[in-house]
T-cell receptor, first 113, second 114 residues
Framework: AQSVTQLGSHVSVSEGALVLLRCNYS??????LFWYVQYPNQGLQLLLK??????LVKGINGFEAEFKKSETSFHLTKPSAHMSDAAEYFC???????????FGAGTRLFVKA | DVKVTQSSRYLVKRTGEKVFLECVQD?????MFWYRQDPGLGLRLIYF???????EKGDIPEGYSVSREKKERFSLILESASTNQTSMYLC?????????????FGPGTRLTVT
C-alpha cells in the first residue's frame, strides 16, 4: 500500500528564513504528488502538484517543491517565510489503485516575528 | 472556482443521536470523499463515492454510513453518535477528467458529541 511520511509534526522558523517541509512517499510507479495547506478553521487547499511534467514545481504564495525519484522525496520549500505562512501543510500521493489520495499526518508551520 | 460547501461549520449533538452532515459541490465532479481530521492523525478517509449511488468504504467506516442520490451531493450519517466521533469532518470532491486528481475541500464541520 502507498504511504506518505512527513518528517516533523511541527516546524518553527523566523520570519524571512527558509522554509523546508519534508515529505517522503512510497510508490512503485511514477506518482501524482500534492502539497495542501490548511489555515486555521478552514478546509485544505491545493498548494502545488507534481504530475511528471517537470521535477521542480512552483505553487502559490511563493512555495515550490522538487520531485526526487532516487530519494522518493517531494520536499516543500519557500525562500523567505512570512507570518501569513503559518498553517498546517499536508503532503499527499494519489493512490495508484483507484480514486483515493493518501495524506501524510501533516506538519504545522510556526513563523516567529 | 470549484466550490464545496458543508451544511454546518459547528455542530453539537448528544450521544445516541442520528447525525447528518451534508456536502454539495458545484463542479460536476464524479468523486466525493468524507474524511475526519484529528490532531496528530492527519486525514483519515471514512467513505468515498465515484458515482451516483456508488460508495466505497475508506479506512475507518465503522459507525458511519453515506448516501449519494445526486451527483452534487454526498451525505455522511452517524447512525448513533458517540463521544469518540467528536472530530473535524471534511468533505472533498475530485474529477478523473484529464490528469487533475487534486481534491477540493469544503470548510469542514466541527462536530462535538456530548
Amino acid at each position: 500500500a502507498q504511504s506518505v511520511t512527513q518528517l516533523g509534526s511541527h516546524v518553527s522558523v523566523s520570519e524571512g528564513a527558509l522554509v523546508l517541509l519534508r515529505c517522503n512517499y512510497s510508490s512503485s510507479v511514477p506518482p501524482y504528488l500534492f502539497w495542501y495547506v490548511q489555515y486555521p478553521n478552514q478546509g485544505l487547499q491545493l498548494l502545488l502538484k507534481y504530475t511528471s511534467a517537470a521535477t521542480l514545481v512552483k505553487g502559490i504564495n511563493g512555495f515550490e517543491a522538487e520531485f526526487k525519484k532516487s530519494e522518493t522525496s517531494f520536499h516543500l520549500t519557500k525562500p523567505s517565510a512570512h507570518m501569513s505562512d503559518a498553517a498546517e501543510y499536508f503532503c499527499a500521493v494519489r493512490d495508484t489503485g483507484g480514486f483515493k489520495t493518501i495524506f501524510g499526518a501533516g506538519t504545522r508551520l510556526f513563523v516567529k516575528a | 472556482d470549484v466550490k464545496v460547501t458543508q451544511s454546518s461549520r459547528y455542530l453539537v449533538k448528544r450521544t445516541g443521536e442520528k447525525v447528518f452532515l451534508e456536502c454539495v459541490q458545484d463542479m460536476d465532479h464524479e468523486n466525493m470523499f468524507w474524511y475526519r481530521q484529528d490532531p496528530g492523525l492527519g486525514l483519515r478517509l471514512i467513505y468515498f463515492s465515484y458515482d451516483v449511488k456508488m460508495k466505497e468504504k475508506g479506512d475507518i467506516p465503522e459507525g458511519y454510513s453515506v448516501s449519494r442520490e445526486k451527483k452534487e451531493r454526498f451525505s455522511l450519517i452517524l447512525e448513533s453518535a458517540s463521544t469518540n466521533q467528536t472530530s473535524m469532518y471534511l468533505c472533498a470532491s475530485s474529477s478523473e477528467r484529464g490528469t487533475l486528481y487534486e481534491q477540493y475541500f469544503g470548510p469542514g464541520t466541527r462536530l462535538t458529541v456530548t
